[in-house]
């Protein structure tokens, strides 16, 4: 695709300071507008069509040319938006673009609106230009992604329980098998309730997919390490050498020696469901 260039006017990007309970507009926007909640929160409300959102730290909104809107900001504490006035070309047809997107990590918005600010207020000579760069750069991740949404189901309190007290018990112990009855305690939940939400949201039981997290740490260590089989076993938890090769080699296809010797180039991909677990054991 295009890439896409702007030109910023003559306000650099920067951050606005309100009032509790201050307004703004209505009015008519002749150019694009990036705004970004610090702190605080604001109804953004469009008035050439009708449509509302509410505005929290770390939600980035793009406002069009011709779009006729007003805000209102919060009414309990004083807050902070920054915000930058862009023109882009080439002309392009904004009809599918999203209005608002979550900046939180993994995304990379967040990083590249601290560095937007940090170039306009020590980036010296040529930052005006390297504002525009990156401001194509952000504006072609807000539009195109990929970007992580907030998820529209929380994850349920039960499994957060279990999966910080097994992260909390690793941490303090090391990583070591998890009974089921330790997760349904932790959670304080039955065994029957505790397994049913490790399968749908990892695609394994509780102990498979806590054998599969401590496996792929160890397959890790194994490829960028030096530590011998027997000491990357003992650092995942698997006192037995012997059963940990099994329970690797089960998992991988390979005796963990065999497996080192044949992955040199890298490690092969984990299934989605293990990567959401080991992000969020990590």
């Known amino acids: 695709m295009t890439p896409l260039r702007c030109r910023i006017g003559r306000q650099p990007p920067t951050v ?26 604001a109804r953004w409300r469009r008035l050439d ?7 929290a730290p770390g939600d980035l909104l793009l406002v069009r040319p011709g779009m006729r809107d007003e805000f209102a900001w919060d009414a309990r504490s004083p807050c902070a938006h920054g915000y ?20 939180a990590a993994p995304s990379p918005l967040a990083g590249l609106l601290s560095y937007l600010l940090w170039l306009a207020d020590e980036g010296g000579t040529g ?56 997760l349904a ?3 304080l939940v039955s065994r029957t309730h505790i397994s049913r939400l490790f399968t749908r949201h990892f695609g394994h039981p509780p102990a498979a997919a806590l054998e599969l997290v401590r496996l792929a740490r160890a397959r890790t260590l194994l490829l960028r390490s030096n530590m011998t089989v027997t000491v990357v076993a003992r650092d995942c938890g698997f006192t037995d050498p012997l059963h940990f090769s099994r329970r690797f080699r089960a998992a991988f296809g390979r005796s963990p020696r065999e497996f080192r010797s044949a992955h040199q180039a890298g490690e092969p991909p984990d299934p989605p469901g293990l990567r959401s677990l080991l992000r969020r054991l990590s």
């Open 185 to 187: 305690a932790a959670a």
């Open 84 to 103: 930058v006035h862009v023109s882009i070309s080439p002309e392009v047809d904004t009809g599918g673009w999203p209005l608002v997107r979550p900046t």
């Open 127 to 182: 930052s005006r230009d390297r504002i525009e760069e990156v401001l194509g750069t952000l504006i072609g991740i807000f539009v195109r992604g990929p970007l992580p949404e907030r998820r529209d189901r929380p994850e349920p309190a039960a499994l957060a329980a279990a999966l910080d007290w097994v992260r909390a018990t690793w941490a303090a112990g090391g990583m070591r098998g998890v009974a089921v009855d330790e």
């Open 16 to 41: 606005a300071h309100y009032s509790r309970g201050a307004t703004f507009g209505p009015r008519t926007l002749v150019d694009f507008e990036l705004v970004w909640m610090v702190t605080g929160t």
């Open 49 to 55: 069509v009708p449509d509302e959102r509410e505005l």
